[in-house]
């Protein structure tokens, strides 16, 4: 058995309020624990975005109801919210700006807008940018010139890794984070494949943005793991129907998978348990400013070879993208703040058990 501290996600869409369909605080809470992360970071893109008081208050009043593990909410960067954003920066998770398209509403498009908001956040957490390869550097730039630190979501390119290197040799504040799929899938992935893959896979399910990459920069972040801060899910559940569907929406689950692959990525000898802990835990709680969890911990079968089967998780979307994927290393018990979370694939933390780690 090995244990680990709990994981922190930074980058999770729990889809509520406005899609509950899809997800909630309930669910996306529960399939966290089960895969042993015990803090998320909720991201703003819900129906309404979070961008205001009255829209911060809504996401906080379910995520207090329901959710079983600690949590914080970003608050989105709209057009015409830098003020209140920034008067509202202690009370949120950090900043989320979007620089290119993706699932929801919060786009900008024009760099004075981007303007504001680099000038009046605060700075003790980051601005988070989805920012794809010249939008990232544009970003980056921007943060310089505003001198506040910017953190780089779900990196997947070859361009963008060897970027970011050159940014950090040079003292520039600037962490970035990858997630699984761009670690482990590749377009045209074996699984998904060109048309989805095997039998009832329809094309839309490799949908994700960013999308996937090719081999040459799945191998450049491998390559360069040193320059990768944390791992980070981007857990974006939609339901199946909807994947298979018409205009299939952009986005993947991903909490019950994250460890078991990260470990089986031990078990290959292409990274280490403590890559692990300084990825998802030492680096987030540094970077997002997170309080530590007293008496916090997740067990480990290190052992356990199994298959990944989306049947047997939490989240309501109901698929995954590593299904039928050969695993080793399975979640067997988290202990949150002193209590049984997760024993044996039962979640045993109540709703409303989980806590907003930005309340003083
Ligand atoms: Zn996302």
């Known amino acids: 058995m090995i244990r680990l501290p ?82 509202l920066a202690p009370r949120a998770a950090a900043l989320k700006m979007y620089l290119d398209s993706t699932f929801g509403q919060l786009r900008l498009d024009d760099m004075t807008l981007w303007m504001e908001h680099f000038r009046r956040w605060p700075g003790q957490t980051p601005i988070v940018t989805h920012s794809e390869s010249r939008s990232m550097a544009a970003a980056i730039w921007m943060a310089q010139l505003f001198e506040k630190p910017i953190h780089i979501a779900h990196i997947s390119l070859r361009e963008e890794i060897l970027l970011i290197k050159e940014a950090k040799a040079r003292g520039i504040k600037v962490t970035c984070e990858v997630c699984p799929h761009h670690l482990f899938l590749t377009s045209p992935s074996p699984i998904l494949g060109e048309n989805g893959g095997g039998p009832g896979r329809g094309p839309g399910r490799a949908e994700v943005r960013p999308r996937l990459a090719a081999q040459a920069d799945v191998d450049a972040l491998w390559e360069n793991l040193d320059v990768i801060d944390c791992f980070a899910t981007d857990h974006a559940p939609h339901t199946l129907a909807e994947k298979d569907g018409e205009n299939p929406p952009p986005g993947f689950p991903g909490l019950e998978t994250l460890l078991p692959l990260l470990l089986t990525a031990v078990d290959d000898r292409r990274l280490t348990i403590d890559d692990i802990i300084q990825k998802s835990v030492v680096n987030p709680r540094k970077i997002f400013q997170l309080p530590e969890q007293p008496e916090t911990w997740v067990e480990v079968d290190e052992n356990a070879r199994y298959e990944l089967k989306a049947s047997e998780m939490r989240s309501r979307c109901g698929w995954s993208p590593f299904e039928g994927w050969q695993v080793r290393g399975r979640v067997t018990r988290v202990v949150l703040r002193g209590r049984e979370a997760f024993k044996d694939g039962k979640i045993l933390a109540e709703t409303g058990y989980g806590r907003n780690v930005r309340t003083t």
């Open 6 to 87: 709990g994981l922190i996600d930074p980058h999770v869409h729990v889809r509520e309020p406005g899609q509950t369909h899809k997800e909630d605080w309930d669910t996306a809470t529960a399939t966290a624990l089960a895969g042993g992360v015990t803090m998320i970071l909720a991201m703003p893109n819900t129906r309404p975005p979070i961008f205001d008081e009255s829209t911060l208050a809504l996401a906080l009043d379910s995520a207090r109801a329901k959710a079983r593990c600690d949590y914080a909410q970003y608050l989105g960067a709209g057009p015409d919210n830098a003020a209140e954003a920034a008067r």
